[in-house]
T-cell receptor
Framework: DAGITQSPRHKVTETGTPVTLRCHQT?????MYWYRQDPGHGLRLIHY???????DKGEVSDGYSVSRSKTEDFLLTLESATSSQTSVYFC???????????????FGQGTRLTVV | DAKTTQPPSMDCAEGRAANLPCNHS???????VYWYRQIHSQGPQYIIH???NNETNEMASLIITEDRKSSTLILPHATLRDTAVYYC????????????FGGGTRVLVKP
């Protein structure tokens, strides 16, 4: 398995509290991604990073912020958690290849977040 | 981003080949076709990817039509552990390295 660790694996938090999820990689890959998955749905991209301090929004970025101060860590923050952010969050990494899109992405095992 | 179309579900018999179709009629010349699967609520698992040639690895084969508008993932000898949701994804080109997931195909392997 690719060296990806998500923490925590499970978290229950109250509405209105800030929450930070961490994705740590040991592969030195350039690209990192945060996805969310809701019951019965596919994964939706929240934010991604294409290098240290270089991030961009995905399709469902509202209510989320990210930071990447070093290659190995990509943090996802919910500034003020809401019940609609209850979901399973997946981190992914991928390397750069000769052609854009030509390197596989590997996923972590997910963080199950419940906002009550 | 090129979109993909997959059947929502399919069954296959254990030990038989499973052929999973995918349509990607708007794919551009520098976009790759990727396949991932997700078992239960685990993280998606990479299976295979290709540009225009057919590809094979230890898990599966990928057959891409000559016009690149569709592809088929083949699991040569399906086992019960292959029961999963399979996602066909187009990646690269103007969309860069993002992976955009659709609904996938829910595959049930039956004994």
């Amino acid at each position: 398995d690719a060296g990806i660790t998500q923490s925590p694996r499970h978290k229950v938090t109250e509405t209105g509290t800030p929450v930070t999820l961490r994705c740590h990689q040991t592969e030195n890959h350039r690209y990192m991604y945060w996805y969310r998955q809701d019951p019965g749905h596919g994964l939706r991209l929240i934010h991604y990073s294409y290098g240290v301090k270089d991030t961009d929004k995905g399709e469902v970025s509202d209510g989320y912020s990210v930071s990447r101060s070093k290659t190995e860590d990509f943090l996802l923050t919910l500034e003020s958690a809401t019940s609609s952010q209850t979901s399973v969050y997946f981190c992914a990494i991928s390397a750069t290849g000769g052609n854009v899109g030509n390197t596989e992405a590997f996923f972590g095992q997910g963080t199950r977040l419940t906002v009550v | 981003d090129a979109k993909t179309t997959q059947p929502p579900s399919m069954d296959c018999a254990e030990g038989r080949a499973a052929n999973l179709p995918c349509n990607h009629s708007t794919i551009s010349g520098n976009e790759y076709v990727y396949w991932y699967r997700q078992i239960h609520s685990q993280g998606p698992q990479y299976i295979i990817h290709g540009l225009k040639n057919n590809e094979t690895n230890e898990m599966a084969s990928l057959i891409i039509t000559e016009d690149r508008k569709s592809s088929t993932l083949i699991l040569p000898h399906a086992t019960l552990r292959d029961t999963a949701v399979y996602y066909c994804i187009v990646r690269g080109g103007a969309a860069g390295n993002k992976l955009t997931f659709g609904g996938g195909t829910r595959v049930l392997v039956k004994p």
